[in-house]
């Protein structure tokens, strides 16, 4: 297995010293696998999304390591840890901050329309990816006018839209049915099929589990067997 990220003995314990300390993450050291897809599994509250966190460069550990291609991020800058998840990593969180009152196309394109391409060169770049995903027919379409399926799509699209190698998805079954959930898997397997993308998704809904290349397991902080 070639790993892309490691991390090493991390901690993450939120609210330090003060009486609400959470040990979220405690002493955990993972391999995500290049081209892959991995999962992490656990109940609510068992340190999930931080992992994710630690992991997409979001947050820093407390304690231990977090490495990139060997590389060792989590001591470096807050400036360089945002230009390479900027470059390399895209993101579908629990909450899709998607503007309802916007189209399929406005949303995707937006996160671009603060760089220096323009807004024709962001829009069909939008609209490129939102095809890829099926979604030709609703391109001009208010997100508000989308089903959940629907929208989960342009927050995959527009999590896609600076080319990421890596993909982070947290909970990405949550407002969908089963079918779509399946529907969901499929695009994801198949990108990191062809496009070796390396997906990490954290969930607790075993159709997401079963169809990922590795499972971890979270309980209480800590990485089970
Ligand atoms: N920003 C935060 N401040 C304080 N505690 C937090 C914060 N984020 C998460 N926690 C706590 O850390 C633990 C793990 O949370 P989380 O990583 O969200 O778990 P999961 O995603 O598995 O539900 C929980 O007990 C939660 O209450
Ligand atoms: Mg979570």
Known sequence: MTAII????VWKIYGQGS???VNAVKDVS????????TALG???GSGKTTILSLLGLLTKPTKGSVYLEERELSSLSEVYRTKVRRERIGFIFQAQYLIPQLTSVEN???PKLCTDMSRDDAENLAKERLTALGMENR????VAELSGG???RVSIARSLMNSPDILIADEPSSSIDE??????LATLRGMSEENGLTVIVASHDPTVLNWSDRIYHMQDGSLVE
């Not at 993972?30 to 897809?37: L, M, N, S, T």
């Not at 391109?139 to 208010?142: A, G, I, N, P």
């Open 6 to 9: 490691r991390a090493e003995s």
């Open 19 to 21: 009486p609400r300390e």
């Open 30 to 37: 993972i391999d995500i696998a290049q081209g892959e897809v």
């Open 42 to 44: 656990g109940p609510s």
């Open 108 to 110: 995707v394109a937006l």
């Open 139 to 142: 391109l001009d379409f208010r």
């Open 150 to 152: 629907e929208q989960q």
């Open 179 to 184: 079918a779509l959930t399946k529907d969901l």
